[in-house]
Nanobody
């Protein structure tokens, strides 16, 4: 059974940083694109970032570009999301996702596996 387990969420002040991690188990994801989505209460789920299977290509939502960085360690089957200069509007439940595509896009249906999410709260 495929599992994606997120960690690293928490409460941070505006302007602060957090690093999310996502450990994949059940199969290797070295040839799969991975990414992050988020959903705030009362809002639609939105794309945050994605990374190709080799890590050579990355994609970001305009709202996080320049502040967030996605990376991966295929030897550890882990993907990371470094979040800097956090804003109150970044507060959400963050989901780790994995795709059978080597270079996935920004649409949720492109991702086949979803984690349970990790909560990020940003105080103003």
């Amino acid at each position: 059974q495929v599992q994606l387990v997120e960690s690293g969420g928490g409460l941070v002040q505006a302007g602060g940083s957090l690093r999310l991690s996502c450990a994949a188990s059940g199969r290797t994801f070295s040839r799969n694109g991975m990414g992050w989505f988020r959903q705030a209460p009362g809002k639609a789920r939105e794309f945050v970032a994605a990374i190709s299977w080799r890590g050579s290509s990355t994609y970001y939502a305009d709202s996080v570009k320049g502040r967030f960085t996605i990376s991966r360690d295929n030897a550890k089957n882990t993907v990371y999301l470094q979040m800097n200069t956090l804003r109150p509007e970044d507060a959400a439940l963050y989901y780790c996702v994995a795709s059978t595509k080597v270079i996935p896009g920004r649409l949720s249906y492109e991702y086949d596996y979803w984690g349970q999410g990790t909560q990020v709260t940003v105080s103003s």
